[in-house]
Nanobody, 118 residues
C-alpha cells in the first residue's frame, strides 16, 4: 500500500485545516486507515482511524469533537478535518495503514507539517 499525505500548513489557533491521504496499491478495502502525529520532542501518537468497509471511526481523546476522519472509497482517499486547532496540535502528521486483521501499522506515508500559531 502506497500512501501520500497532503494538506499541512500554518494556521492560527481556532482555525481549521483538512489533511488528505491518497492510498493506492493493494486492495485498500482490506485495510484500516489512520492518522498519527509527532510533535517535537514527543513520541508519535495515534490520532484517528477509519475502516474502509464500514466507516467505523476511532479517535484519541485529545481530538474527539474537534477532528473528523472520513474516507472516499471511490477516490481511495482518507481525510482528516481538523477544527478548533490549538498549539498542542502542532506536529508532523502521518497517514498509515494496517491490514484489518493485524494490529500493526505497516504502511506509512510521508509526514505533513501542521503548525498552529497563537
Amino acid at each position: 500500500v502506497q500512501l501520500q499525505a497532503f494538506g499541512g500548513g500554518l494556521v492560527q489557533a481556532g482555525g481549521s485545516l483538512r489533511l488528505s491521504c491518497a492510498a493506492s496499491g493493494r486492495t485498500v478495502s482490506n485495510y484500516v486507515m489512520g492518522w498519527f502525529r509527532q510533535a517535537p520532542g514527543k513520541e508519535r501518537e495515534f490520532v484517528a482511524s477509519i475502516t474502509w468497509s464500514g466507516g467505523s471511526t476511532y479517535y484519541a481523546d485529545s481530538v474527539k469533537g474537534r477532528f473528523t476522519i472520513s474516507r472516499d472509497s471511490a477516490e481511495g482517499t482518507v481525510y482528516l478535518q481538523m477544527n478548533s486547532l490549538n498549539r498542542e496540535d502542532t506536529a508532523v502528521y502521518y497517514c498509515a495503514a494496517r491490514y484489518y486483521l493485524s494490529s500493526k501499522w505497516n504502511y506509512w506515508g510521508q509526514g505533513t507539517q501542521v503548525t498552529v500559531s497563537s
